[in-house]
């Protein structure tokens, strides 16, 4: 009988790298602590017309990516693909904006979409980011960014890099649509199929195309910028130099669009050098229509997320197992393993890491186990050290051995600096 095994775009995440996740997810919510954000957790699955009203029926995620199925009760279910719209309908669901003028929100969770596997990406893949509700003005897009930036240098990410744009108002939104879709009307036979489709429905997702024939002829598009109102412009200045004066260089990126239908002004994108070419680790900006068109009052918003797969593949690697014993108890013969377990349990209540052999070995090789799992200190205990109320306690590190009364044992060894 063959084995099953898993499916294809997932992973397990074994027990040498969960600590790595463990570390990373420590210092995302050490950062949010900071910031003044805190942790919402929303369902596995939604209804599908969520993600059709906030992400767009017509983009990729929505169009050929989700997980979705009809249930028994006959109801459109989606496993989540993203997590900006299942937060704004909890924000509306539970009436946040009513108990507090401001809401600042953030996630670690795993996600969903068919995608082609890759390097670093998965079709069950994980993101942290944030969601700040109810102000429209550009020290919290300022603060947002800051957040990012604070988390990736904070686990060490070398390389960082950020690129900044403003898509503008809805207004403008449409007067670029109309301006790229005049400019692109000569060159719609040299496009591929999806840029033209792209065309009809959504121009500005073009400018996200990865054909070179494709970038080369959109060098000389009109900038979404020639489309700001002035509020956009005034905004985006603010931004910039609220950047500016936290000493966090961007660069300005006119053709940086976000891929999803409910972003506004001011988009984000943090990339790392560490990645080679698929270098980005976050995206993010502001949807100040996203809450309104799920049913709510309309109330302004930004955020990011970031693929936690991504930066832990940047952050490199490490083969420590993250959770090394303090002590190994080497236990010899039946008559000891009572005291063993008594011992063990003594000092794990004292906050003390401790492994002992559950294979009944030799001494030699319990000692190699004691040394392969980096423990700082053996105590050997056998039938001989019964008798005498004597354990020999060894350190592994210089060698140095010497023999404690059993009595004494538990708080000799919380004597010792670890």
């Keep these: 009988m063959t084995s099953i095994r898993s499916i294809k775009g997932t992973q397990d995440i074994l027990p040498d790298q969960s600590h790595r996740w463990q570390a990373l997810e420590a210092a995302i919510r050490n950062t949010m602590g900071r910031y003044g954000y805190e942790e919402i957790r929303t369902p596995a699955f939604e209804r599908t017309e969520l993600f059709a009203r906030g992400v767009g029926e017509e983009t990729d995620i929505v169009s050929k990516e989700m997980y979705s199925w009809t249930d028994q009760g006959g109801e459109d279910l989606t496993l989540k693909p993203e997590l900006t719209a299942p937060v704004a309908r909890a924000y509306i669901q539970h009436n946040m904006g009513g108990q507090s003028p401001t809401n600042k929100l953030y996630y670690i969770d795993a996600l969903f979409r068919r995608e082609r596997p890759q390097k670093g990406r998965y079709r069950q893949f994980h993101q942290f980011g944030v969601e700040a509700f109810g102000s429209e003005h550009p020290e919290i897009d300022a603060e947002v960014i800051a957040l990012a930036m604070a988390v990736f240098n904070g686990v060490g990410l070398s390389g960082l890099s950020l690129k900044l744009n403003s898509i503008g108002s809805p207004q403008c939104r449409g007067d670029y649509r109309d301006a790229l879709r005049d400019f692109l009307t000569p060159h719609l036979n040299n496009l591929s199929e999806t840029s033209q489709n792209r065309f009809e429905k959504n121009p500005l997702r073009m400018l996200d195309t990865k054909a070179p024939h494709e970038i080369e002829i959109l060098k000389d598009a009109p900038n979404i910028s020639d489309c700001w109102t002035q509020d956009d412009k005034d905004h985006f200045d603010e931004v910039c130099s609220l950047l500016d004066a936290m000493g966090i260089s961007y660069d300005l990126a006119p053709n940086l669009v976000r891929g999803l239908d409910y972003y506004t002004r001011t988009t984000f994108e943090i990339t790392s050098t560490a990645l080679g070419a698929q270098?980005?680790?976050?995206?993010?900006?502001?949807?100040?229509?996203?809450?309104?068109?799920?049913?709510?009052?309309?109330?302004?918003?930004?955020?990011?997320?970031?693929?936690?797969?991504?930066?832990?593949?940047?952050?490199?690697?490490?083969?420590?197992?993250?959770?090394?014993?303090?002590?190994?108890?080497?236990?010899?013969?039946?008559?000891?393993?009572?005291?063993?377990?008594?011992?063990?349990?003594?000092?794990?209540?004292?906050?003390?890491?401790?492994?002992?052999?559950?294979?009944?070995?030799s001494m030699k090789a319990q000692m190699r186990e004691a040394n392969k799992a980096g423990a700082k200190y053996a105590i050997i205990m056998g039938d001989q050290e019964l008798e005498s109320g004597q354990a020999e306690v060894k350190d592994l590190s210089t060698g140095d051995q010497q023999k404690v009364a059993l009595d004494d044992l538990s708080s000799h060894m919380n004597s010792l600096s670890f």
């Design 279 to 361: 270098d980005a680790i976050c995206g993010g900006g502001r949807y100040d229509g996203l809450v309104e068109t799920l049913g709510g009052k309309s109330t302004p918003g930004i955020g990011f997320a970031a693929g936690m797969e991504r930066i832990l593949l940047a952050m490199g690697d490490d083969t420590s197992t993250g959770h090394e014993p303090h002590i190994y108890i080497v236990g010899l013969g039946d008559t000891v393993r009572p005291t063993v377990l008594q011992l063990a349990e003594s000092l794990r209540q004292n906050g003390l890491a401790v492994a002992f052999d559950v294979l009944r070995r």
